[in-house]
């Protein structure tokens, strides 16, 4: 067998290289959950923007101890609501409600904006068909902000 020249041995893993590249590049980045203290905060800010000022409708027992903790209060009749399963976010949306979420997994069953922690950084991801579904307009700005999923 004869020894393989160099160029052919470049040439060989620069066109392994490319393709290794472009998978690694469509890789999704990876996402975290945001804190439930660092979403209440979040959720106050929104919760204003949406005309629901100082008020969100919420289950999970760990954020409504956050909400009231930031003084917001906890309110069925919300226009906003936090969703941390998927039954909690069909049931707001449902109902109207602006459905905040711990993840972008939850669009899939209605959820409009989701908080996550991407490469260590806060992101703010929503949904358009999700967001007009709830009859909620927000501000242009927010938007402009945010990704759209």
Known sequence: MTPKS?????GFSRALG???????????LAAEEVSVQEAAKYLLILA???GSEGRVACKELDMVFQLKKQEISV???????????????????????????????L???GG??????????????YHPANLEKSGIHLPESFLRAAVKA
């Open 6 to 10: 160099p160029l052919f041995q470049r």
């Open 18 to 28: 490319v393709p290794v590249l472009v998978a690694l590049a469509a890789l999704p």
């Open 48 to 50: 204003a923007s949406a």
């Open 75 to 105: 309110d069925a009749k919300a226009n906003v609501a936090w969703a941390f399963t998927p039954a909690q976010t069909k049931f707001y949306l449902g109902e109207r409600k602006l459905v905040v979420c711990s993840s972008r997994k």
């Open 107 to 109: 669009f899939a069953d």
């Open 112 to 125: 409009a904006i989701a908080f996550e922690r991407v490469n260590g950084r806060l992101t703010v991801f």
